[in-house]
């Protein structure tokens, strides 16, 4: 456990010049039960960050992304249990609006939200920062192609 590598992704969908990202509550009996949550997700033995964020995507919401890139940040925090700074890369995922969600035993609900919502729900600040950076470069059309990841290539 001491090694774990995690990964955030922010699925979003755009309608209208209008964005919104998914959220999930999560199951009883899970980590983090009942928060309002965006994907999250360890990485396997010899699996890359970006190859977790996809497979964790489909297997939570049977969904594969129009458009998939690397946030320019990542999610840091101190955690207690292990004695460790935790450093997540995030990744963003642009949903078609009319894909179907069909949901893991991991949560009970999603929901669309603002960006502006994101502290009605989201309670941990860097996921909030992240939410506000990620439509900031989606609104601004700021997304380098250095940072999109082909998704033929997983």
């Known amino acids: 456990?001491?090694?774990?590598?995690?990964?955030?992704?922010?699925p979003y969908r755009?309608?209208?010049?209008?964005?919104?990202f998914l959220l999930f509550r999560r199951a009883k009996?899970?980590?983090y039960e009942g928060q309002w949550r965006m994907i999250g997700g360890k990485v396997k033995p010899q699996e890359?960050?970006?190859k977790a964020a996809l497979r964790e995507l489909r297997e939570e919401t049977n969904l594969v992304p129009k458009?998939?890139?690397t946030i320019p940040s990542i999610n840091q925090f101190y955690e207690h249990t292990s004695d460790k700074i935790l450093s997540i890369p995030a990744?963003?995922?642009?949903?078609n609006p009319d894909e179907i969600i069909k949901l893991d035993d991991e949560h009970t609900e999603f929901r669309w939200i603002k960006p502006k919502d994101a502290s009605t729900y989201i309670k941990?600040?860097?996921?909030?920062?992240?939410?506000e950076l990620t439509n900031k470069l989606i609104t601004s059309?700021?997304?380098?192609?250095?940072?999109r990841v082909p998704i033929s290539s997983s």
Do not use: C
């Open 48 to 50: 890359t960050y970006w």
């Open 14 to 20: 755009v309608v209208d010049n209008d964005v919104s």
């Open 67 to 69: 458009h998939f890139w």
């Open 124 to 131: 941990w600040p860097e996921q909030i920062r992240l939410i």
């Open 1 to 10: 456990m001491d090694d774990k590598k995690l990964i955030d992704l922010y």
């Open 141 to 147: 059309n700021k997304i380098l192609d250095d940072w």
């Open 29 to 31: 009996g899970k980590i």
């Open 91 to 95: 990744f963003a995922a642009e949903i």
